[in-house]
């Protein structure tokens, strides 16, 4: 730590909690009180005391393959003092300003109207949202969580930053705690459930004190989902569907019980690959994908490609597969900025509802047919 973020440290102060005399006696730290019991989620829970006005968000699912032990954030409320033996994290009152890792995380504040508590992000000219974008002046970019600038961090004054894990823990978690700043996880990018996704909204709203916000924004948008569901189940035929390019030289394959999986079958097609059926997508080599795109109706997502001519060129060992020449190749970055931000993994993780307009029309206009696509667009 250099001279002047601790100089920068003595100036701001960041307070953990403010409740220095509590004003009631706070219960054991099991949190025996259930106040949000998820639908779809099964990564996070909202918990506390008997009577209580704090809240308590467990995180269960932080990162993949994460041992048993759960995470929790107290969220301190009326002047209560979380129990002794408390490990967890702790904020005072609700998180006004909030450092978000991942675009994800402004998505769900945008989606209860509290956009303007984000501080600061991650690879701000990655982020599609509207109101970060025009703020940038006042919105901090405190880099990758590799490579973190924490004087800036700090400078923000942040109430909370908000963490991912991949396969462990973040390494900022470490600084994070030697700064006295508290953090949490958040870990819907590992729910297999569309809606499971969507429904970490509710623990982003607990922690801006907007609980039942939150609360109504998902069933709103669960219902919407629903409803586009049992239209697709009218669906005499399900056609097979491929999915993605090589990244680098390795063509990685998503789970069958992945979110995507999910939607491409909700929306009445058939995702092609069903060998993979752990929580992780996997890697298949190139004759391995020569023929499921050969036996495939429909092929997405297929990265950096904006064109049949480019993919064409990239991957000439294709061009003559059905799909090809049928013209049903869609990618998912309509919504891409100038940055190279797309939308669809931003705000579109949140709103799976759209994602499922978008490939009902795609497979079965028949059916149901919108508008017009939002996140997709065919290659020509």
């Known amino acids: ?34 106040y949000y019991k998820p639908e779809y989620a099964s990564g996070f829970e909202i918990v506390g005391m008997k009577d209580s006005l704090s809240r308590v968000i467990r995180v269960t699912a932080p990162w993949q393959d994460a041992d048993s032990s759960a995470l929790e954030l107290f969220i301190s409320r009326g002047g209560e003092c979380p129990p002794e033996g408390f490990r967890g994290q702790v904020i005072d009152s609700e998180a006004s ?22 501080a600061a992000v991650s690879g701000i000219d990655f982020i599609t949202n509207t109101y970060v974008r025009e703020h940038r002046d006042s919105i901090a970019d405190v880099g990758s969580e590799s490579s973190v600038d924490y004087e800036k961090l700090v400078s ?35 729910e297999p459930s569309p809606l499971g996704r969507v429904e970490w909204l509710v623990a982003m709203a607990e922690i801006a004190g907007k609980a039942e916000t939150g609360i109504s924004r998902f069933r709103e948008i669960r219902d919407s989902y629903e409803s586009l569901k049992a239209k697709a189940s009218a669906a005499g035929s399900k056609p097979s569907v491929m999915l993605n390019v ?11 019980g992945s979110s995507m999986a999910r939607m491409i079958a909700d929306a009445g097609g058939d995702y092609i690959y069903k060998k993979n059926s752990t929580n992780k997508s996997l890697p298949i080599d190139m004759e ?29 060992q294709f061009a003559g597969a059905e799909v090809v020449s049928s013209g049903n190749i869609y990618n998912c970055d309509k919504l891409r900025n100038p940055g190279g931000g797309n939308d669809f993994w931003e705000m579109g993780q949140l709103r799976p509802d759209l994602i499922l307009s978008d490939l009902i029309t ?8 919108a508008d017009s696509l939002y996140y997709y667009r065919r290659l020509r």
């Open 97 to 118: 300003r909030i450092v978000a890792m991942s675009s994800s995380y402004v998505a769900m504040l945008d989606l209860i109207g509290e956009t303007p508590r984000t």
């Open 362 to 369: 795609i497979f079965h206009p028949e059916i149901y047919r």
């Open 288 to 316: 391995t994908a020569y023929v499921y795109v050969s036996d495939s109706d429909f092929w997405l997502n297929v990265g950096q490609m904006t064109s049949v001519r480019e993919l064409v060129s990239s991957y000439p």
């Open 156 to 190: 923000v004054r942040p109430d909370l930053v908000l963490l991912y894990g991949i396969s462990s823990s973040s390494p900022m978690e470490n600084m994070l705690e030697s700064l006295g700043i508290p953090y949490m996880y958040m870990g819907e990018y590992l």
């Open 246 to 256: 090589p990244y680098g030289d390795i063509w990685f394959m998503a789970s069958c």
């Open 1 to 34: 730590m250099n001279k002047h973020l601790i100089e920068l440290l003595l100036l701001v102060a960041i307070p953990i909690c403010t409740c220095i005399s509590c004003d009631r006696t706070c219960g054991g730290p099991d949190f025996p009180e259930t």
